[in-house]
T-cell receptor
Framework: KNEVEQSPQNLTAQEGEFITINCSYS?????LHWLQQHPGGGIVSLFM???GKKKHGRLIATINIQEKHSSLHITASHPRDSAVYIC??????????FGTGTRLQVFP | ETGVTQSPTHLIKTRGQQVTLRCSSQ?????VSWYQQALGQGPQFIFQ???????GRGNFPPRFSGLQFPNYSSELNVNALELDDSALYLC????????????FGPGTRLTVT
């Protein structure tokens, strides 16, 4: 069993739809990251959170430490949101364990 | 703009060769982590360097080695390349303080033929 699991693996949506990507983990963590990876490889950090909820523009991330679960929400999705979204958990100072990612495609 | 740079962008090597990948960390960061991302997979932790010392290693063989320099830039060296080493290699820098984020470079795509 992977220590970090994401669902769904692939997601397609129409522009404007509300998107939810889920992440479950099985290890004790100090923080959880949501990352965005576009074709070509570069990774951008969207959120780092250890409790509660964070919001940045149309993106919202929540975490439930007791349930070891986090969600990333995208409101009013847009084709430029098309990317791979990766959940990663931080353990042992700065080391990260990554999920396999959720590939999102938003069509106009 | 993360400030983390990697070179080269792309690289093609043949099996058995050796390769060196480079990473310049963001200004002020003293920790560099290296990750391998195979096609369609999430990144896997290779190792981390903090103040020029290895500070943890993932499940990678000894032919994967690294260095961190006094300016905190870093190199990843892979000897005796195998076909399965073909991947995107990512470095991430951070300031080793609890709660600090890692900033990722654009990656080096290595193809082993």
């Amino acid at each position: 069993k992977n220590e970090v699991e994401q669902s769904p693996q692939n997601l397609t949506a129409q522009e404007g739809e509300f998107i939810t990507i889920n992440c479950s983990y099985s290890v004790g963590i100090s923080a959880l990251h949501w990352l965005q990876q576009h074709p070509g490889g570069g990774i951008v950090s969207l959120f780092m959170l250890s409790s509660g909820k964070k919001k940045h523009g149309r993106l919202i991330a929540t975490i439930n430490i007791q349930e070891k679960h986090s969600s990333l929400h995208i409101t009013a999705s847009h084709p430029r949101d098309s990317a791979v979204y990766i959940c990663a958990v931080r353990w042992d100072t700065d080391k990260l364990i990554f999920g396999t990612g959720t590939r999102l495609q938003v069509f106009p | 703009e993360t400030g983390v740079t990697q070179s080269p962008t792309h690289l093609i090597k043949t099996r058995g060769q050796q390769v060196t990948l480079r990473c310049s960390s963001q200004s002020g960061h003293n920790t560099v982590s290296w990750y391998q991302q195979a096609l369609g997979q999430g990144p896997q932790f290779i190792f981390q360097y903090y103040r020029e010392e290895e500070n943890g290693r993932g499940n990678f063989p000894p032919r994967f080695s690294g260095l961190q320099f006094p300016n905190y830039s870093s190199e990843l060296n892979v000897n005796a390349l195998e076909l399965d080493d073909s991947a995107l290699y990512l470095c991430a820098s951070s300031l080793r303080v609890r709660g600090n984020e890692q900033y990722f470079g654009p990656g080096t795509r290595l193809t082993v033929t």
